[in-house]
């Protein structure tokens, strides 16, 4: 089945045709869901935008425009509203067709992608002898939702961990480890990440302080670079530390990456700073290799450079994001370059990309993008610290979640006289522990800060993981006490919608294709929480006012469907979310 809105749009482009001539063939109709149920469902708003060229007023165009609409085999008679805008209902019997197809259809009826791309999408992108913090957790939570959703339309995603496994921060670590624990350097597993994360840190200390430390450092990476044995023994070893430890995270939160870290473009980057020279875009600045920036300047005013050559002769981040965005494009053969990292590396990607253009290395229909999100702030409204002031373990982090939502559940097991098997309070603990800290970060606009509070996060109220749990939990016990095979209903069964909140719930139900398009073209996942939210309100709703199992049929089977229909929604958008579902908790 066609998708309403798809439906919508071409019969109001034959309106605008058959009303105003070849002319307008092509125009945007501008059909949109209704900004307020009271309005009805969808809303067409192209009479106000066409007063000008057709030199009348918007009123009169709708009417037009209406006069040439044919939609009564799935619409009610739209209605014109305010300046001119054009509102229409579905009629109940189309909302029952749909969902009859929804439930035959193992995708829900998703349509895939008309035009399936390529995409690559860089996120989660931790640094190699340094914790993974909450910007990372950020990051892989958000990248990985939105990999899931693209993939799910049939895009061709290529998911990339840009981890920082290179550069001068080596030259350091291994000098410092030299002097300090050479065993550490020969010998695979002596250190723990812990342990890796202090020698890191005592490093840049002397760096910082020590003239003669420095020299060595910088004689360390040059080798390291030019592929010295053992130094790249002593790299390879700490980058299997530290990735060991990202590992657990990416096993415990379900996420699957590709490691192809800064060190891959290597030998990319000579080639790119000599390409660079050959389209005289290379200037030379204090002995660096740079190529001057439009629209970003210095404290005094002055055009800002975008290093990509230091007067040592190393490369930096930027040169790297430059290789790495050449690669995509040329050897990926990417159409789309996804981007998910903190808002402080905006200026960043911006500069590499604006070079990049200059240099002609981005092709008309490659599309880069952004996506930038917000800091994660203790309940004082600071960044996330520890009572010590310590950047939060994400390790830490995930097993108090855990823990706390085991507690939640053994006070609620005892309260309600349950008794579950060790098996089943473990598992359920951790999928609510789990879904808990992705939810909460996924529902908040990522281009805003958000309080982390294991409270909120694990309330079964509000706009929680649990709360949404709980509605796909709900479903599973009206089967289990009916003995309800979903299954056997779905293969014929007929939907009613007679009661207001059937219907309401039916509308929403219609929705999600046209949410995913919007989640899949503005990168928010936040917009897939929210209609989850709502599916799971407006099926309680129709819950506590609608009889199920005692009703009688055929409404009691179209009201089973509902209810399954509701449940498999909400499983299928969240795992787009990278939730999995509990059948009871
Ligand atoms: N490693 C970087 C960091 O921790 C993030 C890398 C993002 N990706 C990129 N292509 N620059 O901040």
């Given at each position: 089945m066609e998708p309403t809105l798809?439906k919508l749009?071409?019969?109001?482009?034959?309106?605008?045709?058959?009303?105003?001539?070849?002319?307008?063939?092509?125009?945007?109709?501008?059909?949109?869901p209704a900004?307020n149920p009271k309005f009805g469902d969808y809303?067409?708003?192209?009479?106000?935008?066409?007063?000008?060229?057709?030199?009348?007023?918007?009123?009169?165009?709708?009417?037009?425009?209406?006069?040439?609409?044919?939609i009564t085999d799935f619409c009610l008679s739209?209605e014109?509203?305010?300046?001119?805008?054009?509102n229409i209902s579905l009629k109940p019997e189309y909302i029952e067709t749909c969902l009859e197809a929804i439930i035959k259809d193992k995708r829900l009826n998703i349509?895939?992608?008309?035009?399936?791309?390529?995409?690559?999408?860089?996120?989660?992108?931790?640094?190699?002898?340094?914790?993974?913090?909450?910007?990372?957790?950020?990051?892989?939570?958000?990248?990985?939702?939105?990999?899931?959703?693209?993939?799910?339309?049939?895009?061709?995603?290529?998911?990339?961990?840009?981890?920082?496994?290179?550069?001068?921060?080596?030259?350091?670590?291994?000098?410092?480890?030299?002097?300090?624990?050479?065993?550490?350097?020969?010998?695979?597993?002596?250190?723990?990440?812990?342990?890796?994360?202090?020698?890191?840190?005592?490093?840049?200390?002397?760096?910082?302080?020590?003239?003669?430390?420095?020299?060595?450092?910088?004689?360390?990476?040059?080798?390291?670079?030019?592929?010295?044995?053992?130094?790249?023994?002593?790299?390879?070893?700490?980058?299997?530390?530290?990735?060991?430890?990202?590992?657990?995270?990416?096993?415990?939160?379900?996420?699957?990456?590709?490691?192809?870290?800064?060190?891959?473009?290597?030998?990319?980057?000579?080639?790119?700073?000599?390409?660079?020279?050959?389209?005289?875009?290379?200037?030379?600045?204090?002995?660096?290799?740079?190529?001057?920036?439009?629209?970003?300047?210095?404290?005094?005013?002055?055009?800002?450079?975008?290093?990509?050559?230091?007067?040592?002769?190393?490369?930096?981040?930027?040169?790297?994001?430059?290789?790495?965005?050449?690669?995509?494009?040329?050897?990926?053969?990417?159409?789309?370059?996804?981007?998910?990292?903190?808002?402080?590396?905006?200026?960043?990607?911006?500069?590499?990309?604006?070079?990049?253009?200059?240099?002609?290395?981005?092709?008309?229909?490659?599309?880069?993008?952004?996506?930038?999100?917000?800091?994660?702030?203790?309940?004082?409204?600071?960044?996330?610290?520890?009572?010590?002031?310590?950047?939060?373990?994400?390790?830490?982090?995930?097993?108090?979640?855990?823990?706390?939502?085991?507690?939640?559940?053994?006070?609620r097991?005892?309260e309600e006289n349950r008794?579950e098997?060790?098996?089943?309070?473990?598992?359920?603990?951790?999928?609510?522990?789990?879904?808990?800290?992705?939810?909460?970060?996924?529902?908040?606009?990522?281009?805003?800060?958000?309080?982390?509070?294991?409270?909120?996060?694990?309330?079964l109220q509000g706009n929680?993981?649990p709360y949404l749990l709980y509605a796909y939990v709900r479903v599973q016990g009206i089967a289990r006490k009916g003995e309800i095979n979903f299954e056997m209903l779905r293969k014929d069964g007929k939907i009613i919608l007679q009661d207001e909140q059937e219907l309401v719930l039916g509308k929403h139900l219609l929705q999600l294709n046209e949410v995913?398009?919007?989640?899949?073209?503005?990168?928010?996942?936040?917009?897939?929480?929210e209609y989850l939210y709502e599916l799971s309100e407006k099926f309680n709703k129709f819950f506590e006012n609608c009889p199920v199992l005692k009703s009688e049929e055929p409404l009691r089977t179209s009201r089973l469907l509902l209810c399954d229909v509701t449940a498999r929604t909400l499983k299928l958008g969240l795992s787009?979310?990278?939730?999995?579902v509990l059948e009871r908790m």
């Amino acid at each position: 089945m066609e998708p309403t809105l798809e439906k919508l749009k071409s019969k109001f482009d034959k309106a605008l045709v058959a009303a105003f001539g070849q002319n307008l063939a092509g125009t945007d109709p501008i059909v949109v869901p209704a900004s307020n149920p009271k309005f009805g469902d969808y809303q067409c708003n192209v009479a106000m935008s066409l007063a000008k060229k057709l030199k009348d007023k918007p009123r009169a165009i709708a009417t037009q425009i209406i006069d040439n609409l044919d939609i009564t085999d799935f619409c009610l008679s739209p209605e014109i509203a305010g300046p001119g805008f054009i509102n229409i209902s579905l009629k109940p019997e189309y909302i029952e067709t749909c969902l009859e197809a929804i439930i035959k259809d193992k995708r829900l009826n998703i349509s895939p992608a008309k035009n399936p791309q390529r995409v690559v999408i860089d996120f989660s992108s931790p640094n190699i002898a340094k914790e993974m913090h909450v910007g990372h957790l950020r990051s892989t939570i958000i990248g990985d939702s939105l990999a899931r959703v693209l993939e799910f339309q049939g895009h061709d995603v290529l998911r990339l961990n840009h981890v920082g496994d290179w550069g001068t921060q080596f030259g350091m670590l291994i000098t410092y480890l030299r002097e300090a624990f050479p065993e550490a350097l020969k010998t695979a597993d002596v250190l723990d990440i812990g342990d890796l994360v202090a020698f890191y840190k005592q490093s840049k200390k002397r760096f910082d302080e020590d003239e003669n430390f420095k020299e060595k450092s910088r004689k360390e990476v040059v080798s390291l670079q030019a592929g010295a044995e053992d130094s790249n023994y002593a790299w390879q070893l700490l980058c299997n530390q530290s990735r060991r430890e990202f590992k657990v995270i990416y096993d415990l939160l379900d996420i699957k990456l590709n490691e192809r870290g800064e060190s891959f473009y290597n030998s990319m980057l000579s080639g790119i700073v000599e390409g660079l020279n050959k389209l005289g875009l290379l200037e030379e600045n204090d002995g660096a290799q740079c190529v001057f920036l439009e629209g970003f300047t210095n404290k005094e005013g002055e055009p800002l450079p975008l290093i990509v050559q230091k007067s040592d002769g190393g490369y930096n981040y930027a040169t790297t994001d430059l290789a790495a965005l050449v690669h995509r494009i040329e050897k990926e053969e990417a159409n789309r370059l996804i981007y998910v990292t903190d808002s402080g590396q905006a200026n960043h990607f911006a500069q590499v990309w604006q070079v990049a253009k200059k240099a002609d290395w981005i092709p008309e229909n490659v599309e880069v993008v952004h996506v930038p999100f917000g800091l994660v702030l203790g309940e004082d409204g600071k960044k996330l610290k520890t009572r010590s002031g310590e950047t939060v373990r994400l390790r830490d982090l995930l097993d108090e979640s855990i823990n706390k939502a085991r507690n939640d559940l053994e006070k609620r097991l005892k309260e309600e006289n349950r008794s579950e098997s060790e098996e089943f309070i473990e598992n359920a603990a951790r999928v609510v522990g789990l879904s808990a800290v992705k939810y909460a970060d996924l529902s908040q606009n990522r281009n805003s800060n958000y309080v982390f509070s294991f409270d909120k996060m694990l309330a079964l109220q509000g706009n929680t993981a649990p709360y949404l749990l709980y509605a796909y939990v709900r479903v599973q016990g009206i089967a289990r006490k009916g003995e309800i095979n979903f299954e056997m209903l779905r293969k014929d069964g007929k939907i009613i919608l007679q009661d207001e909140q059937e219907l309401v719930l039916g509308k929403h139900l219609l929705q999600l294709n046209e949410v995913l398009n919007i989640v899949s073209v503005e990168l928010l996942p936040n917009r897939l929480c929210e209609y989850l939210y709502e599916l799971s309100e407006k099926f309680n709703k129709f819950f506590e006012n609608c009889p199920v199992l005692k009703s009688e049929e055929p409404l009691r089977t179209s009201r089973l469907l509902l209810c399954d229909v509701t449940a498999r929604t909400l499983k299928l958008g969240l795992s787009l979310l990278g939730i999995s579902v509990l059948e009871r908790m």
